[in-house]
């Protein structure tokens, strides 16, 4: 069984910052990719980033690339969000998740079923 506990949403003006963390227990964090995903109300699950085992590969969704960094220390188990430049359309509740396993395949790796954990979320809301 992981367990994978968010951190770090609230509420922000357009422009701002925000990081996100995501603490993982468990299973062996260093051996499996992450990424974060996020809903908006009424919508369905949007990638945002994925990072790879290792933490030397990143994907982004072009909405968020440039201004989101996906990062992980393996040595605590944690997975970051760093959200800048912030718009509206970035409000959502923020989730991460954890991979099934296999070759770090970003066609794959954008699609929710691709994950096997997930935590329970938190609310990122930006404001005008």
């Known amino acids: 069984q992981v367990q994978l506990v968010e951190s770090g949403g609230g509420s922000v003006q357009v422009g701002g910052s925000l990081r996100l963390s995501c603490a993982a227990s468990?299973?062996?964090?260093?051996?499996?990719?992450m990424g974060w995903f996020r809903q908006a109300p009424g919508k369905e699950h949007e990638f945002v980033a994925v990072?790879?085992?290792?933490?030397?590969?990143?994907y982004y969704a072009d909405s968020v690339k440039g201004r989101f960094t996906i990062s992980r220390d393996n040595a605590k188990n944690t997975l970051y969000l760093q959200m800048n430049s912030l718009k509206p359309e970035d409000t959502a509740v923020y989730f991460c998740a954890a991979d099934r396993g296999g070759p770090f395949n970003t066609n794959y790796l954008v699609l929710p079923a691709r994950y096997n954990y997930w935590g329970q979320g938190t609310q990122v809301t930006v404001s005008s």
């Open positions: 468990g299973r062996t964090f260093s051996n499996y990719a």
């Open positions: 990072i790879s085992n290792g933490g030397v590969t990143t």
